[in-house]
């Protein structure tokens, strides 16, 4: 498959007939994919669309289930994904980074066999600024002999994830997509209104020069974590024997992005303000689909002890350290930590 003018939905139905996804699974990509170009247009319209700015009323600020304050976008984009995907029959539920548990599927539609999570509006912190935002999702399948699934059942290690993806709504609005067969990347065709496959099979280079870090929280950090940026900081002159740059977004759908397209390291690590909580980055629907991305695109994703996605969810919003991207990279911070825990073993 080269050529560069396939559709979402030409692939779609080409890797069902390579007996890949089943008609159900094609049927929910193309209806997340659906609702993700109505986020793209009205993170577009910008100010024009009266979507910047807090969400609540009367200078209330309206809170999430994390503790944070909701945008008008992020809210609405909740709203969006919800309602696309309530009535199409191939879901049993739905949970996201917005709502305090998980939705099922309403009495009044068909329910079907995947269960679906995500956060609705990654980056939220840029959006009034004009920055590069996104979508995340991930899908699991519903447990055997379960119709009305609840929390617990969402909680199933990113191993079992049969689809991730994200949409970045930046220049141009990309899909990027894995249903365990590489990880590819589609751009929206604003004429057409379709995502058309810019990449098939994108691969991130095993070695790095670039880290994505907010080093603001540098004198919080655990001691290897301390240790490991210290080296890149070091440079030529340092045990790493090179220079590294550095990019932080503060997206993590757009640092990821950058990292599938031409490589690099990112990480949220563990720090003395998020350890309370686990963590920074949430693991069902952050960590998870991110890492699956990642690992289909020939690069690794680690919590800094453990691999990504064999870490076992105790709740929906669970929260964990994250590194993620070129493999050798990924490896040499991990490295760190197993230094660290032996000599304190
Ligand atoms: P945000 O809080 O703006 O939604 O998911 C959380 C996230 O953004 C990531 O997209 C981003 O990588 C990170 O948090 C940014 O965190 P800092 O503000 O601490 O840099």
């Known amino acids: 498959m080269s050529n560069p003018n396939i559709s979402l939905t030409r692939f779609l139905i080409e890797e069902q007939r390579e007996g890949r996804i089943n008609p159900e699974l094609r049927l929910l990509i193309e209806v997340v994919a659906r609702a993700c170009k109505r986020i793209s247009i009205a993170v577009g319209k910008g100010a024009l669309g009266g979507v910047l700015g807090d969400a609540g009323e009367n200078g209330q600020a309206s809170i999430n289930v994390q503790g944070e304050a909701q945008k008008k976008l992020d809210v609405l984009s909740n709203e969006i994904l919800l309602e696309a995907n309530a009535w199409g029959g191939h879901l049993a539920g739905l949970a996201s980074e917005e709502m305090d548990h998980s939705q099922r599927i309403p009495d009044k539609y068909p329910r079907g066999n995947y269960l679906l999570m995500f956060d609705p509006l990654d980056g939220s912190s840029n959006i009034d600024v004009n920055i590069s935002v996104g979508t995340i999702f991930s899908v699991l399948r519903c447990p055997e002999g379960i119709t009305e699934p609840s929390d617990e059942h969402f909680l199933q290690p990113g191993t079992?994830?049969?689809?991730?993806?994200?949409?970045?709504?930046?220049?141009?609005?990309?899909?990027?997509?894995?249903?365990?067969?590489?990880?590819?990347?589609?751009?929206?065709d604003r004429e057409v209104g379709s995502f058309v496959l810019t990449t098939l099979g994108m691969q991130i280079p095993e070695e790095t020069k670039e880290f994505a870090v907010n080093m603001s929280n540098q004198r919080f950090w655990e001691a290897p974590m301390q240790a490991y940026v210290g080296d890149l900081l070091a440079g030529k002159e340092g045990s790493r024997g090179k220079d590294f740059n550095m990019r932080w977004v503060a997206s993590m759908v757009a640092d990821v992005h950058r990292i599938l397209t031409r490589g690099g390291i990112f990480s949220y690590p563990l720090d003395s303000k998020c350890a309370p909580k686990g963590g920074k980055l949430r693991l069902m629907y952050e960590a998870n689909p991110m890492s699956f991305l990642v690992e289909q695109a020939g690069g690794a994703a680690s919590t800094g002890r453990q691999r990504m996605l064999d870490v076992q969810p105790s709740g929906l919003h669970m929260r964990v350290p994250v590194f993620l991207g070129s493999k050798a990279e990924v490896e040499a911070a991990v490295r760190y930590h197993q230094a660290h825990d032996q000599a304190n073993a």
């Open 160 to 188: 079992a994830q049969v689809a991730a993806g994200y949409c970045t709504y930046g220049p141009s609005t990309m899909l990027v997509l894995t249903v365990g067969h590489g990880t590819h990347a589609f751009t929206l």
